[in-house]
């Protein structure tokens, strides 16, 4: 019986440049980064080499979910609505806290020495479970003002802030 060939596709490497500033924390959390790092001089080469190195052991893929359920988890945690199941899927998720934290200390640093790509700077947020502002209907009843000097406003349903892209950090 004559062998059979399997040809391997390497995955495309991934480019720092085309990572966002959440993307590049979750790769660095995937990395071979030592939890206790301090940057090594003005530029750290060996930095930008593990934002690479994470990206390429998680997929393009994996990095981009997992950094949109990060930006969720912060979005809640930044106005207190985290549920304890939100909290346990992020823990999940990143186990380690002193780790996540460095990782995204980092990854802020390397924008300074590799600037994000315009296409990159695009990353929606995603909440691991029902949304605790809206209740997973992705919007909200509110007042909008139209006119601050006469009070005029009109009530209607907008995009949830915290589960929809319409909302900012």
């Known amino acids: 019986m004559p062998a059979t060939l399997v040809a391997t596709h390497a995955p495309t490497p991934v480019l720092v440049e085309d990572l966002s500033n959440m993307e590049r924390a979750v790769a660095l959390y995937a990395s071979d980064m030592p939890d206790r790092y301090r940057l090594q001089g003005p530029v750290d080469t060996t930095l930008i080499g593990w934002i690479g190195q994470g990206a390429a052991r998680l997929g393009r893929e994996e990095v981009r979910r997992r950094a949109s359920f990060l930006l969720g988890h912060r979005r809640l945690w930044l106005r207190d609505l985290t549920t304890p199941e939100i909290n346990r899927r992020h823990k999940q998720r990143f186990p380690s806290a002193r780790r996540l934290n460095v990782a995204e200390s980092m990854a802020s640093t390397s924008l300074f020495w590799v600037s994000v790509a315009p ?3 695009e990353l929606s947020a995603a909440i691991d479970g029902t949304c605790p502002k809206c209740d997973g209907t992705g919007k909200l009843w509110v007042n909008l003002v139209i006119d601050d000097v006469s009070g ?6 907008a995009p949830c802030w915290v589960c929809r892209d319409g909302g900012a950090a």
């Open 119 to 121: 296409g990159a700077r």
């Open 152 to 157: 005029w406003f009109e009530e209607g349903y």
